[in-house]
């Protein structure tokens, strides 16, 4: 077939789709003008035809946080069977890659969606396994276990709903759950994040409580310090989650044009 022929051939083909922004110039320009060819209709773009938008999930950062998901269940076991020592290793790792992850991502430029959402899902999970469990054993006290967990789950139905609302149709789950496709971001509070560190204390030192000399633990009452640090906990975690009721700036819905940016970075 002759190069003007192939060039007919792509402008037939193509159309019909001009006005749907899938071919923004002419094709073959040498041999096809504008003067040439009959202008395409316009017509309404249908929402299924937009084009959907996806961002590379696959980075270093994003498998650093998913290993702190791996990481919980352990966490968790090791706690109910009282083997503090690797509960604690544990422990310090997933705040480690938590801190090594979000550098990472700023560096090198990785930022996805997708970390906006596991990164802290990844916290949450972690905490929800140590905070449960530290219970079960008696470490927790059930007040403070009963503020954080609900604290969490109010948070956790919020995100479900602002997912579904802001993923672009066709809304199946199969897509809900391809968390390359960016639809909302979530940014945490200054008060959440506080809170968020004041219970990664408050879980790490009843971790490693019973990893340090008796001695040691009863001259300083330690104990007792944390039985204080229970009702500061519990005062930040009320508060952080008062914080996102009517805050625009913690969920912030993606237009079309800034999932496509998100994807180019």
Not at 85 to 112: E, K, N, S, W
Request: aromatic share 10%.
């Amino acid at each position: 077939m002759s190069k003007q022929r192939r060039c007919w051939s792509l402008y037939l083909l193509g159309t019909q789709y001009l006005s749907y922004g899938i071919l923004q110039k002419w094709i073959c320009t040498d041999v096809l003008t504008s003067s040439s060819l009959p202008s395409a209709p316009r017509t309404h773009i249908p929402k299924r035809l937009l084009p959907q938008v996806h961002e590379n999930i696959y980075t270093i950062p994003n498998a650093l946080t998913f290993s702190r998901l791996l990481a919980a269940p352990m966490v968790g076991y090791f706690v109910l069977t009282h083997n503090p020592v690797p509960a604690v290793c544990l422990f310090a790792y997933a705040g480690i890659t938590d801190l090594i992850d979000g550098y990472l991502a700023r560096r090198f430029h990785q930022q996805t969606v997708v970390g906006t959402v596991i990164d802290p899902m990844a916290d949450k999970i972690l905490m929800t396994t140590c905070v449960v469990t530290l219970t079960l054993n008696g470490t927790l006290p059930i007040w403070l276990a009963v503020v954080v967990l609900g604290r969490d789950v109010a948070l956790a139905i919020s995100a479900i709903y602002f997912r579904w609302i802001s993923l672009p149709p066709p809304k199946t789950m199969a897509r809900y759950w391809d968390f390359s496709l960016p639809s909302a971001e979530v940014h945490p509070t200054e008060i959440s994040k506080i809170n968020t560190f004041l219970q990664l204390l408050l879980v790490g030192n009843a971790m490693l409580l019973p990893v340090l000399p008796v001695g040691l633990v009863d001259a300083w009452n330690l104990w007792g310090v944390m039985e204080g640090w229970y009702y500061l906990v519990g005062g930040t975690t009320i508060w952080s989650g008062l914080s996102y009721i009517g805050n625009k700036e913690a969920v912030k819905i993606l237009t079309q044009e800034q999932a496509e940016e998100k994807k180019k970075k």
